[in-house]
Structures are given as C-alpha cells and as structure tokens.
C-alpha cells in the first residue's frame, strides 16, 4: 500500500517564499503498512483507518528522527559498505525485491517491479536520448532490499522515508521536525550548528545522510564501479532527500556540481511521483533493452 501523507505538517517560509503543503504531491515512498483491521478482526471506519495511518507515519518518522544520528549512519555505512552479503546481477536484484516486497505487503496494489519499469519508460518517453537516466529509474529503489533478511532486515525507519543530513543541524522542511529533539545529536553543539562538521560548500559527497535504501544503492552503484554519470549516482542518492529537493534547504553544503545534478534530479522526481499509476508494463517486452542497459552501465555480478 502507498500512502498519502501529511508531509508537512505546516506550511513555513524560506528566503520569503512561502511553501505550502500540496497533499496531492505527499506520497510516502516504501513499503509502509498499515493493517485494515485491528486486532479483533474489525474493520476501522474510514475516519479510524485514516487516524490510524496518520499515527503509523508519525511513529514512523518518531523513529527515524531519534535514532539517524550521526555515529549510527557512520556505523551504517561502515557495514554496509563492506558489500560482503551477497553476489547478484541488478536483475536479480530486482526480481528479489519484487518478490519479497510483494509478500510483505498483501495490500500492495502493483509489484514493486512496476513501479520501477513505470518510472523508467515514462522517463525514456520524454527522453529518448538519455539512456543513463532511463536506467536510474530502474535501479533508484534497489536499495529497499535492506528490508530483505539476508540484508539484516532493517527496520522502515533504516529503510525508507524522507532523508536529511547528519552532522549539522537539522532543518525546518524536515517533515516532523520536532521529532529530531530526541535525537541525540540535537543538543551536541559539533553536530548543531548551520554547517555542524561541514563547511559552506563542501559538497555533497561529503555529507553524511540518514541512513537507507538511497545512501546504500548509492554505495553499491559506486563501490561496483558503475560508468553511470555522476547525475545518475546523484538522483539516486538523493531522490528522497525532500528538504533539498522540495525546499531548496541545505543548499550551502552544495558544490557547482551538485547544483548542475540538481536539475536532473527535480527531472526526475515528477517521474517518481508521478509514474505510481495504473499503466501496467509487458515485462517480457521491455526487458531486454534495459539487461542492455545494465550491460552498458554495470558489472555482470554486483557485490551487494
Ligand atoms: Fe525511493
Ligand atoms: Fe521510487
């Protein structure tokens, strides 16, 4: 199940432009799973269900927000970065999320492989020449497969969600924001400041983000050695990284390049967003141009 959320919980203002919430455009990216019936077996009413998801995504993002600090997202990526659990083709890759996600989530109304062939072929309809992004579409979520046992099936909050930098202070477009106050790093005066352990225009590269599925696809992309184009490794490590992408927030740790990668990834993100349609794809029909795709970009074998 997809679900519409309050991503904002009120509008704000930055550089005097005023941000108000769209709750068409709030998606909630990743498996995220609420139950229809409690447990009783009753159905919620409708006004039931929908408070009830609302405390899900809170408690979701409570969660998160206390716990992506800084020390954990460097132990995270220390042990993933190790790449040491398994051996497989971006192929499988796929077809392993698409199989598990699938189970996890009996409300889910598409495979997940759907989601990432509708981004890809709506992006190469408006872009026939940039094959490089139409293969970032593919593989943008691959990392979800951190929910998988054999990735030491990471809680959601590890997984999926909105994403901010750690090290520096957190900033206001952070969707619940006041959840950070249960954050470790919130009163650390090294990790509270506009620029914390960064300085002004450092880069991206060297920002430390919370931890999940776009920090670590980004480590497997890279590590493996891929020749997509930095703007490829750049959507992906930041697809979900709103406040940046939505609010313009963070910009100063930016460098030149990532102001240039920028513009494609606000590209790609209506695509997204908004390819979570009702536009079934023949597998069959369009896979081997994309195993082309991989071949061209990608290792055989990944180390994952
Ligand atoms: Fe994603
Ligand atoms: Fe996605």
Redesign the pocket.
Known sequence: MTITIERRQIDFQRDGKEFPVDPKELVF?GGFTVPETNAFGQSFRDYDAESERKKAVEEFYRMNHINQSYDFVKRMRKEYGKLDRVEMSIWQCIELLNEFVDESDPDLDEPQIE?LLQ?AEAIRKDYPNEDWLHLTGLI??LGKVLLHSSFGQLPQWAVVGDTFPVGCAFDDSNVHKKFFEGNPDYNNPKYNTKNGVYSEGCGLDNVLMSWGHDDYMYLVAKENKTTLPSAGLFIIRY?SFYPLHKFGAYSHLMSEEDKENLKWLHIFNKY?LYSKSKVRIDVDKVKPYYLSLIEKYFPAKLKW
């Open positions: 990216d989601h981004t943008h979520d697809h997204d």
